[in-house]
């Protein structure tokens, strides 16, 4: 989730709480409670993958949607849990663009800003990683990841500049090459458009988009929900997993048919992340809206909004929690990423993510 769409929503709940919530309920220490322990010093860790050795795991600091306050790319080594940034804006200045659109116009601004983030094989046997980027322009970023413990590195490799007005979320490799992207809202007609949909019970719609490198860009037909945001894709890439966390569910979406196939209620959906057991772990913000003001622009501590984290059986629909907290050591969490015995929880906003040992 975004800064932006927590200022709707807190709009929107603050009209039906008129009590204000404290500034004062921000977690500012930094120490362990129960199986989760805080890693403090990150830059708002909205998205994370697994490097494929599980040696490390690429981080999503995140900057605004809006742009003009940068994130970056950065690693934590698991063994050490070390820190450290893999790319900053200008860091690949001069290079030119290989993978991605032919038109990119070369990589991005100084203040780069990532959001969500995927991870996947090409067909050549790169290692590539997709980045949705707000700075500068609104695109899908491409690099290429060189896996070596706590001396893994990624390199800039080209772009792919959404068309027309969207606001991008989150993305998804598809088999084959290409992607899907899910765009959350129009830029068209601002926040106000969108407060006032809310407001009114008529609420502005986003979709899902494909690019591939044949084609380009494309609608995915029947994929309009009200704010799309975390998205993955079936191994055989017939269906898309994606979270209407404006709808409270999680949909699975035929590319076949272009039909809805299953749902499952679950309120505030964020990110997706497939498990190494074949079920879909996705991060739902259970927080009341009206707190979420408390977190906007929040530049150190940590959220304190409810969440859980809960695995899905991408067959039957069916849900468990894995995870779930409210207040200390962190709230609002965006992601959950199972790594062996470990949970790694990620918030959009604050200086922290989670390291959860899961009970087995």
């Known amino acids: 989730m975004c800064r932006s769409i927590l200022v709707i929503l807190g709009v929107v709940g603050a009209l039906a709480c008129a009590t204000p919530v404290p500034h004062d309920s921000i977690i500012t220490?930094?120490?362990p409670s129960g199986p989760a322990r805080p890693l403090c010093n990150f830059q708002n860790p909205e998205d994370m993958v697994v490097l494929p050795g599980h040696e490390g795991v690429i981080v999503s600091e995140f900057g605004a949607m809006e742009g003009g306050h940068p994130g970056r790319l950065s690693l934590l080594v698991l063994d050490t849990e070390e820190r450290r940034v893999l790319f900053e804006g200008s860091d690949g200045a001069g290079t030119t663009a290989r993978w991605g659109d032919a038109n990119c116009p070369g990589p991005p601004p100084p203040d780069f800003s990532p959001h969500?983030?995927?991870l996947s094989q090409r067909a050549d046997g790169?290692?590539?990683l997709l980045a949705v980027q707000h700075s500068g322009r609104e695109a899908?970023?491409?690099f290429e990841v060189f896996e070596d413990g706590r001396d893994t590195r990624v390199e800039w490799r080209g772009c792919a500049e959404v068309p027309g007005l969207a606001w991008l979320n989150s993305v998804a490799a598809l088999p084959g090459g290409g992607f899907v992207t899910t765009e959350m809202m129009s830029r068209e007609g601002g926040m106000e458009a969108v407060v006032e949909g809310f407001t009114s019970g008529d609420p502005v719609k986003g979709r899902v988009w494909q690019w591939l490198p044949s084609d380009g860009w494309s609608e995915v037909p029947g994929s309009?929900?009200?704010l799309p945001n975390g998205i993955e894709v079936s191994a055989d890439g017939r269906e898309l997993f994606v979270n209407a966390s404006g709808d409270n569910e999680?949909?699975?979406l035929s590319r076949e048919s272009h039909q809805i196939v299953r749902r499952v209620s679950l309120p505030g959906t964020d990110n997706a992340r497939w498990a190494t057991d074949g079920r879909l772990v996705?991060?739902?913000l259970v927080a009341d809206p009206a707190m979420f003001h408390v977190c906007v622009d929040?530049?150190?501590?940590?959220?304190?909004?409810?969440f859980q984290i809960v695995a899905i059986d991408p067959d039957s629909m069916e849900t468990e929690v894995l995870y779930h907290n409210q207040g200390a050591p962190m709230g609002g969490g965006t992601v959950g990423l199972v790594v062996g015995d470990d949970l790694f929880v990620g918030s959009f906003a604050g200086d922290r993510l989670l390291r959860v040992k899961l009970a087995r």
């Open 116 to 118: 969500g983030i995927y």
């Open 298 to 306: 929040l530049h150190s501590g940590a959220c304190p909004l409810e």
């Open 224 to 226: 309009e929900m009200v």
């Open 282 to 284: 996705v991060a739902s």
């Open 250 to 252: 999680v949909v699975v």
């Open 126 to 128: 790169a290692l590539q």
């Open 140 to 142: 899908i970023e491409f």
């Open 29 to 31: 220490t930094c120490e």
